[in-house]
T-cell receptor, first 112, second 113 residues
């Protein structure tokens, strides 16, 4: 089978740093992505890791350890607008190509 | 650029009725997807298409059908709706099937009574 685990909710204060963890179990693992969703709107792509290590994009960074089946999203200098749901997603390859399997999402609340 | 559009925005449907959710993209992406999102369950893949003329089943395909007659359109049909199909439906696209950045439409909120 396949599964992804991430915390259901996280709370942090404006200006702080927060880390959202994701552990996964899946066959055919190809990479780990992160998506952001505000208030049930369209999810938007944040980052992708295919190799071990840290990928940085502005205030957001994403990390992957393939040997540990683990990754995280790091948000720095938190702003109120970062309050949203964050989903990790595994790209799983099979004979028909790659498909995304999403975690259940982490709701981040940023407080003043 | 519109990106991906979905119609309708929301719909209330009587159980047993059929319904087609529309999805159109103008990015000339080869791959398209349909997801449903339920509270606490994240996004689950219903069906996908890696190019015009081909479709495949995702995690939760039962009760749904799709077609891909051309690159731009990927309609999702519920032949006989049931209350468990109450959900928010998102259409997405990507340049290729293995591309990790998918572009999502605004969603259709469907309630089956």
């Amino acid at each position: 089978g396949q599964s992804l685990e991430q915390p259901s909710e996280v709370t942090a204060v404006e200006g702080a740093i927060v880390q959202i963890n994701c552990t996964y179990q899946t066959s055919g693992f190809y990479g780990l992505s992160w998506y952001q969703q505000h208030d049930g709107g369209a999810p938007t792509f944040l980052s992708y890791n295919a190799l071990d290590g840290l990928e940085e994009t502005g205030r957001f960074s994403s990390f992957l350890s393939r040997s540990d089946s683990y990754g995280y999203l790091l948000l720095q200098e938190l702003q109120m607008k970062d309050s949203a749901s964050y989903f990790c997603a595994v790209t799983r390859l099979n004979g028909q190509g790659g498909k995304l399997i999403f975690g259940q999402g982490t709701e981040l609340s940023v407080k003043p | 650029t519109a990106g991906i559009t979905q119609a309708p925005t929301s719909q209330i449907l009587a159980a047993g009725r059929s319904m087609t959710l529309r999805c159109t993209q103008d990015m000339r992406h080869n791959a398209m997807y349909w997801y449903r999102q339920d509270l606490g369950l994240g996004l689950r893949l219903i069906h996908y298409s890696n190019t015009a003329g081909t479709t495949g089943k995702g995690e939760v395909p039962d009760g749904y059908s799709v077609s891909r007659a051309n690159t731009d359109d990927f309609p999702l049909t519920l032949a006989s709706a049931v209350p468990s199909q109450t959900s928010v439906y998102f259409c997405a696209s990507s340049p290729g099937l293995a591309d990790n950045e998918q572009f999502f439409g605004p969603g259709t909120r469907l309630t089956v009574l």
